[in-house]
């Protein structure tokens, strides 16, 4: 049996980040769908669910969305510009401006999530 060892680089992380961030928004999304069905029960139920969901825990879990989002797209156009043949030989530094440019947005975004509601 083979033995592989992994290169601990950014293409790892990259691939890495991309699919946990892509099963956060699996979830996430199935979570928008059952929230959506208490609109069913009617307006006090939703209500209510939404009081439940205004709660910090929750609140932080907005920004993890945020993150989610912007690495899981930032990521999937480097992708594609790397499937298109452009700047292959830069993926290190592209990752690298991905992850800062995702980190900058997350920051301002969850402060604007967090403190302007």
Not at 18 to 44: C, D, E, K
Not at 52 to 73: D, Q, S, T, W
Not at 89 to 104: D, E
Request: charged content about 10%.
């Amino acid at each position: 049996m083979r033995s592989y060892r992994y290169r601990w680089g950014e293409g790892l992380w990259s691939h890495l980040f991309h699919r946990i961030s892509g099963v956060a928004l699996i979830v996430y999304l199935s979570m928008h769908i059952w929230v959506i069905h208490h609109l069913q029960h009617g307006q006090t139920a939703y209500d209510e669910l939404m009081n439940f969901l205004g709660n910090p825990l929750f609140r932080m879990g907005e920004v993890m969305l945020l993150a989610a989002i912007l690495f899981h797209g930032l990521n999937g156009l480097r992708l594609v510009v790397m499937d298109a043949g452009l700047g292959i030989r830069k993926q290190r530094a592209t990752f690298w401006v991905v992850f800062v440019v995702c980190a900058i947005l997350v920051l301002v975004g969850g402060l604007v999530l967090l403190i302007g509601s």
